[in-house]
């Protein structure tokens, strides 16, 4: 029944929709497929200055930068489907493997990555792609420190 819906390969393509609320609605402002890839996470930072891209399976860590708000971002986001370059990008880099999640510091100057057994923490102070930092730790330690 779904197959009549739903095409056999829709799972192939990922969709990122980008809504702004309004009172206590959402308002479809731009939908964008995001090609060659099957799980992506996508975090802002809090200044709303980046926007970084994880795609999981293929062990790519893209980061953009978003001028002008929410034009901006509807912008960008039009160039990412044409194929527009990132500003910094970590491509099948070891130390990422595996990445489960980003999160941004609070003046979005440092994207920390992680994932069992692995910390990576990017610089973003400087427009080269650098990791600061690498940690990698046995399991039960990462899984003590994720419990905090």
């Known amino acids: 029944m779904l197959s009549k819906v739903f095409p056999k390969d829709l799972h192939e393509f990922p969709m990122l929709k980008l809504l ?17 890839t099957k799980k992506v996470q996508i975090e802002f930072s809090p200044d709303g200055v980046y926007m970084a891209m994880l795609l999981r399976k293929e062990n790519i860590l893209k980061i953009y930068h978003i001028q002008g ?29 595996k990445t ?3 999160e941004w510091d609070v003046r979005s100057k440092y994207l920390v990555c992680f994932g069992v057994e692995r910390l990576n923490v990017i610089s973003l102070e400087s427009q ?9 730790l046995d399991r039960e330690t990462f899984k003590e420190i994720m419990d905090v």
């Open 20 to 36: 702004q609320k309004s009172d206590n609605t959402f308002k479809e402002i731009k939908e964008i497929q995001i090609p060659d």
């Open 69 to 97: 708000g929410i034009d901006g971002l509807e912008y960008l986001l039009e160039n990412i489907e044409c194929g527009e370059e990132p500003m910094l990008e970590f491509n099948n880099n070891e130390s990422l493997f």
């Open 100 to 102: 489960k999640q980003l």
């Open 128 to 136: 080269e792609a650098e990791i600061l930092f690498k940690f990698e």
